[in-house]
Nanobody, 125 residues
């Protein structure tokens, strides 16, 4: 019943912008912590943004000032607005939900219980 589906990944030039969507079903995003993560082959999964059930947001230094997480409760969707994209932003981007409990480490992947399948973002000229 519970699903997270990412969309919006694309090929974009450096300096460009992209908005990723995480559409949720089976639960309401405003009652859960939702995080965005990314991963490239051979690298550990990196937590980059999170919004918790209180509306507090968290971010990693690697995306600070460039990426913004937001929540659209009416559409039960969480977004990741990505600006000033760099080639090193190339990765598979995942959204994840922490269901049934409060989280204490918003950017740690082991805090999350449900994951989407990911969407590819490629930043290249």
């Amino acid at each position: 019943q519970l699903q997270l589906v990412e969309s919006g990944g694309d090929l974009v030039q450096p300096g460009g912008s992209l908005r990723l969507s995480c559409a949720a079903s089976g639960f309401t995003v405003d009652d859960n912590a939702i995080g965005w993560f990314r991963q490239v082959p051979g690298k550990e999964r990196e937590g980059i943004e999170c919004i918790n059930s209180f509306g507090d947001t968290y971010y990693s230094d690697s995306v600070k000032g460039r990426f913004t997480i937001s929540r659209d409760n009416a559409n039960n969707t969480v977004y990741l607005q990505m600006n000033a994209l760099k080639p090193e932003d190339t990765a598979v981007y995942y959204c994840a939900a922490a269901r049934g409990r409060r989280i204490y480490y918003p950017l740690r992947d082991d805090e999350y219980t449900h994951w989407g399948e990911g969407t590819q973002v490629t930043v290249s000229s």
